[in-house]
């Protein structure tokens, strides 16, 4: 079995329920499970690989649990992340309140955290106009404001999934470029961004 | 229907099956299974891989509210009469009654209908303050006022320097568990004793302390007495709704054991030793499970696991498709190790679809890549070994059919080894095939284990007949054992089952135990 080698860290996060374990379902295994709404517990790590130009980039998610009762570990989850995917629920107001408090976290804490704002089930609302309690423009400014790429997805009908995804990578693949270029010091406390594994933990 | 059902008791002098001195040497030589711990077939070779756990009596024993009770045991609440003598006023619990009544038929529908009330059992957790924590029926919104009640009866009794252990009244029993900072409440229709419901209370609690630790339980009520804890356990509610349901079916729960899957001793050796070479400095414990069966359990040099915490490990991983994403990582107390603090554990299944999941429980929370490395050297070789193969094979068959063992009239059996702290029980037989069956057949070992363990008049054996099925439990220092003859069984038949019954266990023992179970 060979190593695998994670490139860029990604970290959802958002309030529980708003559907980050659906986007990275939908992402990642191409379904969207019907049934009753089932929790993450702490946190769940997948590993995708992803074709940027001639290149492959192998993006570590972390599917973060949206509970309250995790929220002091979830600095570990964020930590060194290169893109954070804040998720709301375009349904549910109060969602949104959550996804400011998380792109205050991670203003504060992980300047250089990517951010991308994700509006989830988009499905419900282009089915219903009146359940959508977020505006699309409201939350475009708010992203621009801080700076953010804003996406509306429904992990349903997979719509704008692969698209946010393959942006997070390329926008992984043409700053890291940058960074190459820039720096030529070795900084050692970068070494949390990529993580190799099967290779160099061996006790 | 106690008074109604016929039994007798039978007791055996101790060696009428086997010489109690029967050394452990000796196992390999004589088919005769011993008596006593350690020697009872099952009975780990080298060191027990859980704390030693006597029964049952280890659930309770340290809980101080019942070291407070045991003085009290010669007069125990056991009616709503007798709480008289205790409470002194019976008027003002009658009243408190008459509000509980009053209080759930104002409520929202759920809560005051009629299905609601006729559970037979319910669950509820509050907070010293009286606030809602779980229902295991109906919304706590709901039920806010019921839980002041509960409350206000618990510290209505305390200020008179006692405490509230039931109230027996109209077919039901009202249980009461004060664990500080929570006070858990049962009210059941069911025939179980007081102590099996207060020992489900328990686990409740620890289920409850295991997503939080204690530490973290007492330091938010320190500061905020009337925290509504809901909001953290949020999302958590249905890990406890599972665990009652596992309360009522899970034979492990009740012998506070676990079972393993049945696999060839050499298959399983191979399992356990590369689980063993892929250790990392923080690894406390490696689990291989199947479904709900252990495969094998490796742990660091001195630490063990309680059998308590395993199920609620258990039942964390069998309760979420969760972990099938992709790699979980999520901090978890176990209670009976350290309410204090968290370990992380690393859940993964084996293959997307496998029922094979591995846990591995690290001291780090920083530990996650360690251990995803851990796995992938154990699945490494395994694989060399071409022992997947086999384990993969074993898992087809997760059980055996009674039918194996040859007694006639033996329907069903739990086995559970007193040293190892494992049980055996072969699957379920044709009559025994629907829920409610099953919850049934539960429910009489349930009735067997309260009497072999009762408080004050414990029971060394028990043969009971019913109108559907023939009932015997034993129980000595080294096992016990809880059998289900069909109505044509006699007593005289029960007794020679048993010989021939532990005969075979021991026989196949290597199959049926982890009888070498490893240490990093």
């Not at chain 2, 308590?308 to 964390?316: A, E, G, M, Q, S």
Request: net charge negative; hydrophobic share 35%.
């Amino acid at each position: 079995m060979s190593a695998i080698r994670v490139d860029a860290k990604v970290v959802m996060l958002g309030k529980e329920s708003v559907g980050k374990t659906s986007l990275v379902e939908r992402y990642v295994h191409h379904r969207f499970l019907v049934g009753p709404y089932q929790n993450t517990i702490g946190a769940a790590f997948v590993a995708k690989p992803i074709q940027v130009g001639e290149k492959v980039i192998t993006l570590g998610i972390w599917d973060t649990a949206g509970s309250e009762r995790y929220e002091a570990m979830s600095r570990i989850y964020y930590r060194g992340a290169r893109a954070a995917i804040v998720c709301y629920d375009l349904t549910d107001s109060s969602s949104f309140q959550r996804a400011r408090f998380w792109v205050k976290e991670l203003q504060n804490c992980e300047e250089h955290c990517k951010i991308y704002l994700c509006g989830t089930k988009n499905d419900l609302v282009s089915g219903d106009r009146s359940l959508r309690q977020i505006d699309y423009h409201d939350a475009q400014d708010f992203a621009e404001e801080i700076g953010a790429q804003h996406f509306e997805t429904s992990s349903k009908t997979g719509n704008n999934v692969d698209e946010l995804f393959q942006k997070v990578a390329e926008d992984y693949n043409s700053s890291a470029f940058e960074y190459m270029t820039e720096e030529t010091s070795v900084d050692l406390g970068q070494k949390k961004d990529s993580y190799f594994y099967s290779c160099c933990h061996n006790n | 229907m106690d008074a109604e059902a016929p039994r007798a008791a039978v007791s055996w002098e101790n060696g009428t099956l086997a010489p109690v001195d029967h050394l452990r040497s000796d196992r390999a030589d004589s088919p005769t299974p011993g008596l006593v711990e350690g020697t009872e077939p099952g009975a780990g070779q080298k060191s027990a891989m859980f704390v030693r756990a006597q029964s049952f009596e280890d659930l309770t024993a340290e809980s101080e509210e019942l070291i407070q009770r045991e003085a009290q045991l010669d007069k125990p609440i056991e009616s709503a009469e007798e709480l008289e003598v205790l409470v002194g006023e019976k008027s003002i619990e009658e009243q408190h009654n008459n509000d509980v009544a009053s209080e759930n038929r104002t409520k929202e529908e759920d809560v005051s209908s009629e299905a609601w009330r006729s559970h037979r059992k319910h669950v509820f957790v509050l907070s010293e303050a009286g606030k809602p924590i779980y229902s295991r029926y109906g919304t706590e919104e709901a039920l806010s006022s019921t839980m002041g009640v509960m409350m206000a009866l618990v510290s209505f009794v305390e200020a008179e320097k006692n405490i509230i252990r039931s109230i027996h009244a109209d077919g039901c029993k009202v249980v009461f568990l004060a664990k500080s900072p929570l006070v858990l409440v049962g009210v059941s229709r069911t025939c179980q004793s007081d102590k099996e419901l207060l020992r489900e209370l328990q686990y409740i609690y620890y289920q409850i302390v295991s997503l939080l630790t204690l530490t973290q339980l007492n330091h938010i009520f320190q500061h905020k007495q009337n925290y509504d804890l809901r909001r953290l356990l949020a999302g958590s509610e249905y890990l406890t709704d599972n665990l009652l349901h596992r309360l009522d079916r899970d034979p492990g729960l009740l012998l506070s054991a676990v079972t393993c899957l049945p696999l060839p001793s050499s298959t399983r050796d191979v399992v356990s030793s590369s689980l063993q070479a892929a250790k990392a400095k923080n690894l406390v414990f490696s689990i291989l499970l199947a479904g709900d069966r252990l495969v094998t359990l490796v742990r660091k040099k001195d630490q063990f696991l309680h059998h308590i915490d395993l199920n609620l490990v258990f039942n964390l991983v069998g309760s979420s498709s969760s972990f099938r994403e992709g790699e979980g990582w999520t901090p978890i107390c176990l209670p009976k190790f350290n309410t204090a603090g968290f370990f992380h554990a690393h859940i993964s299944y084996l293959e997307p679809a496998s029922d094979l999941c591995l846990i591995l429980v690290s001291t780090d929370r920083e530990d996650f890549f360690n251990m995803s490395d851990c796995k992938q050297r154990f699945l490494e070789r395994l694989n060399k070994r071409s022992a997947y193969q086999s384990l993969k094979e074993a898992l087809k068959c997760p059980s055996y059919s009674v039918e194996q063992v040859g007694i006639p009239e033996l329907r069903h059996f739990l086995y559970k080894s007193k040293s190892s702290g494992l049980y055996t029980s072969p699957a379920y037989p044709v009559v025994y095939q629907t829920d409610e069956e099953q919850e049934r057949l539960m429910g009489l070992y349930q009735d067997l284990h309260s009497r072999l363990h009762h408080p004050t008049r414990p029971l060394r054996s028990l043969y009971r007949c019913t109108e559907s099925e023939n009932l015997m439990a034993w129980v000595t220092s080294g096992f016990e054992l809880y059998l289900c003859f069909s109505p044509l069984g006699t007593k005289a038949l029960a007794v020679s089952a048993v010989t021939k019954l532990l005969k075979w266990i021991r026989k196949e023992e290597d199959r049926l135990f982890i009888l070498s179970p490893l240490t990093y």
